[in-house]
């Protein structure tokens, strides 16, 4: 609903925030002091803008998100081809975006929609991009940042003062060591570390904490030894991971992961095989 048509009982306005009279202020949301809402932003029910956001450009907000002072969401995009098209930030539902954090919409070259879903956590100071794809239940620890044209898939956790190089895909379920510069894929469920980084093996820590069965694990840390081997190629072993595990839908994510190209290398281990192909 409109701010004109919002219940008065049910959604608050702080006398110092700024919104616009065609901004979409949805039931039981709360605009704090000093925060700024733009013409096209709409803001689902029961979001919380604490105090001093900024929220501008054609950007959504999912319900019961909160997003703590002096951040910045839905201004244009640092990418200077971008002229001003209409693109969008879409950010899900039961998101926190803390202190200082920066999220752009899209871009003409990347088809105009930066995306957030549900349930991520984006610690003080983050930084996504223009034109990234963010799955549910992803969390940025502080000072973390994603370039543009990202795709970062469910579960992932980056470190503090991770960087992501533009285009890089971050598989389901993987964990990005604090500091580290990511400059190639990361395969599902994997871990990566370093500057720049490596494959370090799996991110068992997180699999055990989300449930996966002893059964499970042993299948992918089996399918992670043979892929990453030294003999053949990584098609090859991908391909012999593919046949020895017919049906497990885990290993087959790394398979998929792997034969859909992004157009970057891939992050291997350090064993002197990183230019397979």
Known sequence: MSVAQSNAEQTHIHPTAIVHPAARVGSGASVGAYCVVGEHVTLGDGVNLISHVVVEGRTRIGNDSTIYPFSSVGHRPQDLKYHGEPSELIIGERCTIRENCTLNPGTA???MRTEVGD???FMASTHVAHDCKVGDH?????FSGLAGHVAVEDYVILGAGCIVHQHVRLGEHAFIGAQSMIDADVIPFGMAIGNRAELAGLNLVGLKRRGFSRDA???LRAAYRMIFSSEGTLKERTGDAEELFPGNSHVQQIVDFLN??????????????????
């Open 109 to 111: 070259g990347g088809g």
């Open 119 to 121: 349930d991520c956590l």
């Open 138 to 142: 992803v969390i940025m620890a502080n």
């Open 217 to 219: 694990i042993h299948a």
């Open 260 to 277: 859909l190209s992004s157009g970057r290398a891939v992050c291997m281990p350090r064993n002197g095989h990183t230019s397979e192909g």
